[in-house]
């Protein structure tokens, strides 16, 4: 896993639904924790912050990686859905 996606990685939200990103062998992922149907989506990177869904529904959607003055990861931003480490 490139370092610098480890502060990606985990439970997110995007409003009350929580989202889990993981890195797998073939790249990072995200899967409902709900369960199927919406599946596990496999992102490839386009640059430094930046994301583009590869598999399953709504491919080529992108995601962006947002962070604070310290660079710390404090929100996901995919298909204009922001995701945050907090339900709203």
Do not use: C, H, I
């Not at 985990?10 to 990103?21: H, I, K, L, N, Y």
């Not at 199927?36 to 992102?43: D, E, I, L």
């Amino acid at each position: 896993m490139p370092a610098e996606l480890e502060g990606v990685l985990g439970r997110w939200w995007s409003e009350a639904d929580e989202t889990v990103f993981t890195w797998r062998s073939d790249g990072l992922t995200r899967s409902s924790s709900a369960g199927p149907p919406a599946g596990v989506s496999r992102f490839e990177q386009v640059g430094a912050d930046a994301f583009r869904k590869v598999t399953g529904r709504f491919n080529g959607e992108q995601m962006t990686v947002r962070r604070d003055a310290d660079g710390t990861f404090v929100e996901l931003e995919w298909a204009t859905y922001p995701f945050t480490r907090t339900p709203r």
